[in-house]
């Protein structure tokens, strides 16, 4: 089995970047699929669906996972050997959850900033992410995460030149679903490989005691205790 962080405990006791930031990515990987296959079912043509299922359910989850993804990132941009752009995709992952949740319940209007521009900022910042962490992360996940942001960037601007038509059609919904699921994947394998990174982290970190050789010399050793 994939070993997935669900230790709860553990995450308010260690101070490994490694333990959190895997938790928090793998966590908001799920919500993500979550919220992208609710959407799908709720634009689909299907009755049963959309008695039981509202636009609500799904933003409830792209938000929560936007939050959970930027905890993730803030953790990975704190682990060693990985640069500060982690810092940078987190605060894009939050600002855009904030974004939402005033377009949502506060009903704000941008005027001149549309909200795709908090789109576009959170992929590119994944875009540099992607770039940035070629030496730390493995070339399957980064090319992965980079062509998906890529993808999704390029999406944007095609309906913003109304080259692709803002309708309701099956097929864009699909294709959103689809964009957003490899995203999902690309999350998931990120925090997997994170925690695969804990058993070296203890390794990485500086000891701030000296020990003595004393200090090994354990009393419960045979030829410590008394013949």
Not at 51 to 63: G, K, N, Q, R, V
Not at 147 to 157: D, E, F, G, M, P
């Amino acid at each position: 089995m994939i070993r997935i962080p669900y230790d709860i405990s553990r995450l308010f006791s260690s101070n490994s970047p490694y333990y959190r930031g895997s938790f928090f990515l793998c966590l908001g990987a799920i919500l993500m699929a979550l919220g992208s296959l609710t959407n799908l079912m709720f634009r689909l043509p299907c009755p049963i669906t959309a008695e039981f299922l509202t636009p609500d359910l799904s933003w409830s989850f792209w938000i929560a996972s936007l939050f959970i993804l930027g905890a993730g990132f803030l953790w990975v941009s704190s682990a060693p050997s990985f640069s500060n752009m982690g810092l940078f995709v987190a605060l894009f992952h939050v600002v855009h959850a904030l974004g939402l949740l005033l377009i949502l319940i506060f009903k704000w209007d941008f005027g001149w900033f549309p909200p795709e521009f908090l789109t576009i900022g959170r992929l590119i910042s994944l875009l540099f992410f992607a770039f940035k962490e070629k030496s730390a992360v493995p070339a399957p996940i980064l090319v992965l995460l980079g062509s998906t942001a890529a993808l999704q960037v390029l999406k944007i601007n095609l309906r913003v030149l109304q080259i692709i038509p803002e309708t309701s059609a099956a097929w864009l919904a699909l294709l959103d679903t689809a964009l957003l699921l490899l995203m999902a994947a690309a999350f998931f394998m990120l925090g997997v490989f994170f925690l695969k990174g804990e058993d070296s982290w203890p390794l990485e970190e500086d000891i701030d005691e000296d020990m003595a050789l004393e200090e090994f010399n354990n009393p419960e050793h045979p030829w410590n205790k008394p013949k």
